[in-house]
């Protein structure tokens, strides 16, 4: 079993930033593709950005440019930087594994992008 603990959402106004913070703990190990997804209201859930162990990273379209993924695999954490962020981008945020996410979700943290 894993867990993940997701933090750093907030309310912010179109163009600022947050910093998203993801803490994984459990059978997962370091040598595992990390990914950050979304949910916004009615809608399905959605790959943001995904880094696979080697460091390679890879974006959703929407937020090329404007978003940023990393780790720390010595403590196993990730973390997303947002920038320039756009009311579209108002959804919960979640990380787990990548490509294939584990079926243990977190609580995920709520962003909200104000126009």
């Known amino acids: 079993q894993v867990q993940f603990v997701e933090s750093g959402g907030g309310l912010v106004q179109a163009g600022g930033s947050l910093r998203l913070s993801c803490a994984a703990s459990?059978?997962?190990?370091?040598?595992?593709?990390m990914g950050w997804y979304r949910q916004a209201t009615g809608k399905q859930r959605e790959v943001v950005a995904t880094?696979?162990?080697?460091?390679?990273?890879n974006y959703a379209d929407s937020v090329k440019g404007r978003f940023t993924i990393s780790r720390d695999n010595a403590k196993n954490t990730v973390s997303l930087q947002m920038n320039s962020l756009k009311p579209e981008d108002t959804a919960v945020y979640y990380c787990n594994a990548a490509p294939f996410a584990t079926v243990y979700w977190g609580q995920g943290t709520q962003v909200t992008v104000s126009s």
């Open positions: 459990g059978s997962i190990s370091s040598n595992y593709g």
């Open positions: 880094i696979i162990s080697g460091g390679s990273t």
